[in-house]
């Protein structure tokens, strides 16, 4: 739209975690087939769990919609219920590399990870920008700089 613009801030890679206690308890998954069998958390908006993308054993992408062991329509309580050792979550990885980082979460089935989308922020097209809103623009972009996002 003429009435937009937009910028790039990152790639955001789509990754699928799961506890060390969980792994511990229950194996690690090695193909799409076996995720199937294990407990997996899944995002609930509008009434029914969202789809994870997974590339299938061909490399293309599709929707991958295993049997929901929770639905949970909180992305917090999602990552809290995964630390905990609940089941299996599908995030961006940069909402989970802390947990990562501390040895909390682990990577899965990386092989499987879909393609990178990218991620931007877009604001109305105008002549005067509201001061509140170039601050909260540059403020992203920094932190996009920063990785943050990716």
């Known amino acids: 739209s003429a009435d937009l613009v937009a910028k790039k801030l990152n790639d955001q890679h ?84 802390p947990f990562i980082v501390q040895g909390k979460l682990l990577t899965i089935l990386p092989e499987f990870a879909p393609s990178p989308t990218e991620l931007n922020i877009i604001w109305p097209r105008s002549y005067q920008l509201l001061p509140s809103v170039r601050f909260i623009i540059d403020e992203l972009v920094s932190l996009a700089d920063r990785n943050i996002f990716g």
């Open 14 to 97: 789509l990754v699928l975690c799961a506890s060390p206690s969980y792994l511990e308890r229950y194996g690690c998954p090695q193909n799409l087939q076996a995720l199937s069998q294990h407990r997996c958390l899944m995002a609930w908006r509008g009434g029914s769990p969202l789809s994870w993308r997974v590339k299938d054993d061909n490399g293309q992408e599709v929707r991958f919609n295993p049997p929901p062991f929770h639905q949970i329509s909180d992305g917090d309580a999602m990552m809290d219920a995964c630390i905990a050792g609940a089941g299996i979550v599908q995030f961006p990885e940069a909402l989970l590399r």
